[in-house]
């Protein structure tokens, strides 16, 4: 081999169970409202997808101010599911989303399963690629209402979910790392007809003001996000993956770069989100996208779907993996 | 440095280049070469700056309201904003030095709405508050109005924008709260004699929230409406992460809480339910479904 071959394009198509994608890049429920503000700054049909903010059946005001503290690479949130509403949404979001392009993935939450039910059946017939039943936001009144700490209560929305919702497009269970075992929570949910799972949804944690000697934001507790989790994320994914390795997993927790979201897909994610990074860029999502190419070129695979998983492989089949390829590559 | 697409408030995303750095009292003023954020910009924006550098620990801008705005040509457009020293984010950046880069979003937020025709108006800031007022006052001149301000702080070294309010309307009050400069007293204090003097017909305020609800009280009392433009913690700016609501009443009289960062920072200050700041009031649009169940 003379010249070292011309570096590929990646590949980057990947598929969250059937749904296919451009890209694995999405955005973060929460992060990014119902995708107008970042069409600002980048066209929302360059993404894999959008994820939308939670939508419930009513308006809801979410919880009072302060509703935020910045802490080390992180933020704590208290918004609590303010919203307009799924009429509001299937009048005025979904359409404009449809306009300009994106694949929309519609994030539903509830107070309890028939309210998750009425909104997959509200959402049956408008042509959505995606559901992810957020079961796991630490910003509820009662901690009981956190479905993804109890494996039967996840259960049973999942199964409600799946059952009332459109068969052909995936339903996705968003789980909390606050839990003793994660693989358990994604057993129950699988086992109930998940088709993917989402992770990992905010750490519930706290800042106290220490000047006013009071806690510093108005619902007192809040869901932690940016690079700080990070680490718990990647975890939660491996294991994951271990626990239900036929399930496509769609990642998130403190994705920043490329090479963040490739520890991701690494661990067994099929596509990831970016979050709270939006708030520091807004045109992270995009420019995770490229860097993440350029890590996967560098590295050598030809394809995103490639590297799914990769890091469960001993230094055996990674070194035979390579191998080959350099074989086709030279062929 | 993504330009936007299309839109009526077309936001950039830039590196500026920091061209000057002046203290004056407790605040530092910045001017920095920003052609994109200058372009658009109208009185009343603000911009939201990173902090911290690339490898920050500190994830969320930092927004300042924008002042002393020169569109230029394509590339010489600066714009001016004024940081008053707050916590670590804030630390640093008065520790920039000129000629470094700052990251910057902007021009962000609704800006003051302007009369239809040139009317009497009355201008008042608190602390680094009146840094908006003052293109928003050439603004107003520019248009034939009567401008008449009022600049105020607790003490001397908090005052902002009295020179530069001097220089372009000549007549200025100034008050502080314990007479370090200017009548002692609240800012609000000569806002009576002011609006009956010029027969004003609107007010516009900026500074801390107590004292625009103060202003907002002053105006109602002369029945004349107050656009006042409000500094809440925020963590995006754009208008994505829902934290900087203020509970605000509609046109179709139901209050919500509404991003002070898109719908504001300007608010009619009428409208903002000041009282209710910091609490979930139970007549609030959406309030019903909070309930736990």
């Known amino acids: 081999m003379a010249a070292p071959p011309q570096r590929p394009k990646v590949d980057m198509r990947t598929s969250l169970a059937g749904f296919e994608l451009p890209n694995p890049v999405l955005t973060a429920s929460g992060c990014a409202a119902s995708g107008r503000e970042l069409d600002q700054f980048f066209g929302v049909a360059e993404l894999g997808a959008v994820v939308t903010k939670s939508i419930m059946s009513r308006p809801r005001s979410g919880r009072p101010t302060p509703r935020m503290a910045e802490t080390p690479s992180g933020m704590l949130n208290s918004i609590g599911l303010q919203g307009p509403g799924i009429d509001s949404f299937l009048a005025n979001d979904l359409p404009w989303l449809r306009a300009h392009g994106a694949r929309v993935v519609v994030s539903i939450a509830g107070g309890h399963t028939d309210e998750f039910v009425s909104l997959a059946k509200r959402l049956y017939h408008h042509g959505i690629d995606m559901i992810e039943v957020n079961i796991s936001c630490p910003n509820v009144e009662n901690r009981g209402q956190v479905f993804a700490c109890d494996a039967i209560a996840a259960a049973r929305v999942i199964s409600a979910v799946r059952r009332a919702a459109n068969p052909n497009v995936p339903v996705f269970a968003k789980l909390s790392p606050d839990v003793t075992d994660i693989g358990y929570i994604a057993r129950a949910v699988t086992d109930a007809g998940a088709d993917g799972i989402s992770l990992i949804n905010t750490l519930l944690g706290m800042v106290i003001d220490v000047d006013a000697m009071r806690p510093a934001l108005g619902g007192v507790t809040g869901g932690l996000s940016g690079p700080a989790i990070r680490p718990v994320a990647v975890r939660c994914v491996w294991q994951v993956h271990k626990s239900v390795p036929h399930l496509p997993l769609l990642g998130m927790g403190g994705i920043k770069t490329g090479a963040d979201a490739l520890q991701f897909v690494f661990a067994g994610a099929s596509a990831v989100s970016v979050g709270t990074a939006v708030f520091h860029d807004p045109s992270a999502p995009v420019r995770v996208l490229a860097e993440l190419e350029n890590e996967l070129a560098r590295r050598g695979f030809g394809s995103f779907r490639e590297a799914i998983g990769f890091a469960h492989r001993s230094p055996a089949e990674q070194a035979e993996f390579f191998a080959r390829r350099s074989v086709e590559v030279s062929a | ?293």
């Not at chain 2, 002046?22 to 700056?49: D, H, K, N």
Request: charged content about 20%; aromatic content about 6%.
């Open chain 2, 1 to 293: 440095m993504t330009e936007t697409r299309d839109g009526a408030h077309p936001v950039v995303h830039e590196m500026g280049e920091i061209f000057d750095i002046t203290r004056f009292g407790e605040y530092t003023q910045f001017t920095v070469v920003a052609p994109g954020v200058a372009r658009a910009f109208r009185p009343g924006q603000f911009v939201a700056v990173a902090v911290g550098g690339p490898d920050t620990a500190m994830l969320l801008r930092r927004s300042f309201a924008l002042y002393g705005v020169k569109p230029g040509t394509e590339f010489a457009g600066t714009i001016q904003f004024v940081v008053a020293v707050r916590g670590a984010g804030t630390g640093w950046l008065v520790n920039q030095k000129t000629g470094a880069r700052l990251d910057l979003v902007g021009p962000l937020g609704t800006p003051f709405p302007l009369p239809r025709e040139a009317v009497p108006v009355v201008l008042v800031g608190g602390g680094y508050g009146t840094a908006p007022l003052i293109p928003l006052a050439e603004l107003l001149i520019a248009m034939g109005c009567e401008v008449e301000m009022i600049v105020g702080a607790g003490t001397a070294r908090k005052l902002f924008g009295e020179m530069q309010a001097k220089r372009l309307i000549g007549k200025v009050t100034v008050t502080t709260d314990d007479g370090s400069a200017g009548q002692r007293g609240r800012v609000t204090d000569p806002m009576p004699s002011a609006i009956d003097r010029l027969g004003a017909q609107i007010v516009y305020g900026c500074g801390p929230m107590p004292m625009l609800r103060a202003v907002g009280d002053v105006a109602r009392a002369h029945a004349i409406p107050a656009q006042v433009a409000v500094e809440e913690a925020m963590a995006c700016g754009i208008g994505v992460c829902m934290t900087c609501v203020l509970p605000v009443r509609g046109a179709d009289g139901v209050s919500r809480f509404v991003r002070s960062c898109v719908e504001g920072p300007v608010f009619e200050a009428g409208r903002v339910r000041w009282a209710d700041v910091g609490t979930l009031p139970a007549d609030l649009f959406g309030a019903d479904a909070m309930g736990g169940r």
